[in-house]
């Protein structure tokens, strides 16, 4: 079951904004991090920004200054603001977040992965 549902990807020239959005369903206890991670082709994953529990962020160090991580716990969304982006920027990017959550019976946790959104960018 996939728990975490994407959306917001698309195609924009360098300069230009997106937002994405990550939304986790099923019943779930409590969401540990929100994150945001992306992979270029020929590339490791990286991790472009995390929200704790408590509410600290971190970025990447590509990233930073440009995009901003935010959430919506009422509606166990987040979200990744990404501003002036450039084409090193163009990726996959997939939501992910370690939740706990109802399953056979009683909570457990998992680490959970939306299906990607395709981010590119032109120059």
């Known amino acids: 079951q996939r728990h975490l549902v994407e959306s917001g990807g698309g195609l924009v020239q360098a300069g230009g904004s997106l937002r994405l959005s990550c939304t986790a369903s099923?019943?779930?206890?409590?969401?540990?991090?929100m994150n945001w991670y992306r992979q270029a082709p020929g590339k490791q994953r990286e991790l472009v920004a995390t929200i704790s529990r408590g509410g600290t962020v971190n970025y990447g160090d590509s990233v930073k200054g440009r995009f901003t991580i935010s959430r919506d716990n009422a509606k166990n969304t987040w979200y990744l603001q990404m501003n002036n982006l450039q084409p090193e920027d163009t990726a996959v990017y997939y939501c992910n977040a370690y939740l706990l959550v109802l399953g056979s019976g009683s909570y457990r946790g998992t680490d959970c992965w939306g299906q990607g959104t395709h981010v590119t960018v032109s120059s």
């Open positions: 099923g019943s779930i206890l409590r969401i540990n991090a």
